[in-house]
């Protein structure tokens, strides 16, 4: 069964606008974390942010925030003030110790 | 700061071939990974490993081996390459005490 579900397969944004990527997880741990990676087409995989499963608050890291619906199972990254160097492939991943799961990937194109 | 080195960069390999691909990290990580990533199907899970002399099967781990013979090397073995295991494979470490898991740079392996 797929543990991490990303439904968009690619996405466009207009340059200084947010975009948000969807990111669904299955678990019956009650401990876990949640991750998103970037990887743009140099391949390098980048870490962006970081959701515990008892974290009482959204994640936040400059542009990237992390919206954690808890009881959807449902961990959406949101990216503002989009850039053209945020054109890249975005990996949800989950832990659950010790093993490490990620999605098949979001592309994101902005456009000027 | 050299992090989570992998060799090599690049490989092909005629079919029935072997080779051994390194994974180095120098932060003293406990644990370790090696994923393949395929066009559409994200990060997939080969092995993994908890802490040297131990390895553990993920997600596809059929026609690869693994050892984790020191701390900090984690090697991926193909005894017997097949066409279908033409992909880029990224090494991972993490530590027990924190959330992010740190790549390597990526091998692109080709299987003719």
């Known amino acids: 069964a797929q543990k991490i579900t990303q439904t968009q397969p690619g996405m466009f944004v207009q340059e200084k606008e947010a975009v948000t990527l969807d990111c669904t997880y299955d678990?019956?741990?009650?401990?876990?974390?949640l991750f998103w990676y970037k990887q743009p087409s140099s391949g390098e995989m980048i870490f962006l942010i970081y959701q515990g499963s008892y974290d009482q608050q959204n994640a936040t890291e400059g542009r990237y925030s992390l919206n954690f619906q808890k009881a959807r199972k449902s961990a959406n990254l949101v990216i503002s003030a989009s850039q053209l160097g945020d054109s890249a492939m975005y990996f949800c991943a989950m832990r659950e110790e010790p093993k490490l799961s990620f999605g098949a990937g979001t592309t994101v194109t902005v456009r000027a | 700061n050299a992090g989570v080195t992998q060799t090599p960069k690049f490989r092909v390999l005629k079919t029935g071939q072997s080779m051994t691909l390194l994974c180095a990290q120098d932060m003293n990580h406990e644990y370790m990974y090696w994923y393949r990533q395929d066009p559409g199907m994200g990060l997939r899970l080969i092995h993994y490993s908890v802490g040297e002399g131990t390895t553990a099967k993920g997600e596809v781990p059929d026609g690869y081996n693994v050892s984790r013979l020191k701390k900090q090397n984690f090697l991926l073995g193909l005894e017997s390459a097949a066409p279908s295991q033409t992909s880029v494979y990224f090494c991972a470490s993490s530590s027990t005490g924190t959330r992010v898991a740190f790549f390597g740079q990526g091998t692109r392996l080709t299987v003719v």
């Open positions: 678990t019956s741990d009650p401990s876990y974390g």
